[in-house]
Structures are given as structure tokens and as C-alpha cells.
């Protein structure tokens, strides 16, 4: 069997096909979440919510379709490469729009990278003064 065959028999078992469901419900979700977002007032505590919501969705399930992409284009499945291609590009627009509001996730970033650091220098100072 080729390459292309055992990547062909593989994305058609039963484990694959579960596992594939549970990723299209969030990305299902992330774009139910954005609409719901879009209707809600500025500074609103349902917005807050939504836009956290989204903002957590969104990367995974960009780099979920992206991988749909590629099996799909390994399958010469032209219908669906294009349904994949447009659904990405509108996760990520919406991914880039989004960072105007507030969130969750806004500032989180720096303070992560900076507790990261803190953790990572500490733990490699005391095994430099142990030697």
C-alpha cells in the first residue's frame, strides 16, 4: 500500500471519524460563539465571555482546518478543499479582529511570559549553584 492509500484507509476509521466530530463541534462552536458576540453591547459582561470564548477556540481550530486542508488536498477532495480554505479564512479574520475587546486572554500574554521566565531562570540558577 502507497502512502496516499494508508493516509486514505486511516482518515476513514471509526476513531478517526469520532475524534474528527468532537473537532468540528468546536470549531462549530467557536463560529456560533463569535455570532452570538457580534449581536451583544460593548463592555457587557455576555460579551466578555464570548469574546474569551472565541479567542480560545479560534487558534486550535485554525490549525485543525489547516490540517483538513492538507488531508483533503491528499484526497483530491476539490469540493471540500474549497469549503476548508473558506472557513479558515474566515477563522482567521475573525481571529484578527477580535483584538480589540476585552477578553480573558488580553495582557495574559506578557504576565505568562514573564512567570515562565521567572520559573524556567530560578530552576536553572539553583541547578548552576548545585554543581
Same mark, same amino acid.
Do not use: E, G, Q, S
Given at each position: 500500500m502507497s502512502g496516499l492509500d494508508q493516509l486514505h484507509y486511516a482518515t476513514h476509521t471509526t476513531a478517526f471519524a469520532l475524534t474528527w466530530l468532537i473537532v468540528q !463541534?468546536? !470549531?462549530m462552536a467557536c !463560529?456560533? $460563539?463569535e455570532l452570538i458576540r457580534h449581536y451583544l453591547a460593548r463592555g457587557t459582561r455576555g460579551r466578555y465571555i464570548? $469574546? $474569551?470564548? !472565541?479567542r480560545t477556540l479560534t487558534v486550535p481550530a485554525i490549525l485543525v482546518k489547516m490540517v483538513d486542508i492538507v488531508l @483533503?488536498? +491528499? @484526497?483530491?477532495s476539490w469540493l471540500n478543499l474549497v469549503i476548508d480554505i473558506v472557513i479558515t479564512a474566515f477563522l482567521i479574520m475573525k481571529w484578527y479582529w477580535t483584538k480589540d475587546d476585552d477578553n480573558w486572554w488580553k495582557g495574559r500574554g506578557k504576565k505568562l511570559g514573564?512567570? +515562565? =521566565? =521567572?520559573?524556567? $531562570? =530560578?530552576s536553572s540558577r539553583t541547578a548552576a549553584q548545585a554543581a
Open positions: !463541534v468546536i !470549531v !463560529v456560533t $460563539t464570548m $469574546t $474569551t470564548i !472565541v @483533503d488536498v +491528499a @484526497d483530491k514573564l512567570w +515562565a =521566565r =521567572r520559573t524556567f $531562570t =530560578r
